[in-house]
């Protein structure tokens, strides 16, 4: 018998391991695991000031029984024969390339995914999964820079763990692989708001696509035009996202945080700041606080800017460990951080937390967000408040 008993531990768990890096399309590929690497790198050293940030940095492959869940046999076999191979094949029509030990490295990262789940469930308390958010893939294919999905199968595991769950996807891309994953599932409720198909890959996710048989009305697309910002991110969460979770009652909530929605991203066309994340993050955390005895898993995402990529998801692990507001965005970058940032992201450094000079004028406004709301009412058959 223990002479005390157990002590509820209700830190976050952020989870990093490197060898997520070894997820890798090599040189001149748009996706680069090492901006989260850097993000995990910063993190660290300003975690301590929060105090309330327990690290996982081992985590092992998934194996088959575990992407079986989600992924078609023939795809996963056709990923490990590409993953021994020398030559560089592809995985998909022209954005996915396979390289040697990717189903490994992709294998890994659905892991760290699932693990997020587990620490989420047994701690009641939030899990960050840095290396996570590869929602493009589909049960029988690569997409979109994206092998095998973690967050389907993470989704696929907090079904198994709590019964139902809710999946938001802030990522600037709409997250078709999970989306359709699930569609006819009632126990998903998947809201995903992104810049619109006909501007951006991967061209789904308009407000009619809203789930068949079971799961009819529980897929949630608000789709944005391209220059639509923080406005458009945290009205449309109040408005839409918040009244959905209040219906659905989640016992466990997953947020899919790409990063490149973020103002200056090079691959998408959105104005969001980290102010803007920051906020509906601080709004979530206190929802599953509040509803979900705490059980929130954030996973990492897109994001093709080293410095918003970086310096966003280190936020977001600051945020969840009990620092609501964040670092100051005047206050400086530590000088070590900034050297090794110059290295690896072979980029100059940002100096500081700030980034309110990237966002250009925002296209959106009240008729832009009621013409919106209006179609996605009709499609869904139900009404939403009409203002914040
Ligand atoms: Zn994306």
Not at 284 to 303: D, E, P
Not at 322 to 348: I, Q, Y
Request: aromatic share 8%.
């Amino acid at each position: 018998m223990p002479d005390h008993p157990a002590v509820a531990d209700h830190r976050t768990t952020v989870i990093w391991d490197p060898r997520f890096l070894d997820y890798n399309f090599g040189p001149g590929h748009p996706f680069v695991m090492e901006y989260r690497g850097l993000a995990a790198h910063l993190l660290r050293e300003i975690a301590p000031i929060s105090g309330g940030v327990r690290w996982q940095t081992e985590v092992p492959v998934a194996d088959h029984g575990t992407l079986i869940r989600f992924h078609r046999e023939e795809y996963i076999q056709l990923v490990e024969g590409a993953s021994n191979l020398e030559r560089r094949v592809w995985l998909d029509s022209g954005d996915t390339p396979a390289f040697p030990g990717c189903h490994d490295a992709a294998a890994r990262i659905v892991q760290g995914s699932i693990a997020a789940v587990h620490a989420a469930t047994e701690h009641s308390a939030p899990a960050l999964q840095l290396g996570g958010g590869l929602h493009h893939a589909h049960r029988d294919r690569a997409s979109g820079f994206c092998i095998y999905n973690d967050v389907a199968l993470a989704v696929d595991e907090a079904c198994r763990k709590v019964g139902k769950v809710a999946y938001v996807d802030i990522d600037a891309h709409h997250g078709d692989g999970v989306m359709y994953g699930f569609y006819a599932r009632g126990d998903v409720l998947d809201i995903d708001i992104h810049q619109d198909g006909s501007s951006l890959f991967p061209g789904t996710g308009d407000v009619d696509e809203t789930g068949v048989e079971d799961g009819a009305g529980l897929k949630v697309n608000l789709p944005l035009p391209a220059g639509a910002g923080d406005r458009a991110l945290v009205s449309l969460f109040h408005r839409v996202v918040l009244p959905m979770l209040r219906e659905y009652r989640p016992p466990l909530v997953i947020l899919q945080h790409g990063v490149d929605g973020h103002a200056g991203d090079p691959l998408a066309q959105l104005q969001y700041t980290r102010a803007g994340y920051a906020e509906i993050l601080r709004e979530l955390l206190s929802y599953a606080r509040s509803n979900c005895a705490g059980r929130l898993v954030v996973t990492g995402g897109g994001g093709y800017d080293p410095a918003n990529v970086a310096l966003t998801l280190a936020r977001v692990g600051e945020v969840l460990g009990g620092n609501p507001d964040g670092p100051p965005l005047g206050a400086a970058l530590p000088a070590e951080w900034r050297d090794s940032f110059a290295v690896r992201a072979k980029s100059e450094a940002p100096r500081h937390w700030s980034d309110e000079t990237r966002a250009t004028s925002e296209t959106w406004s009240p008729a832009v967000e009621q013409s919106l709301v209006d179609r996605l009412e009709s499609s869904l058959g139900r009404r939403f408040p009409r203002v914040r």
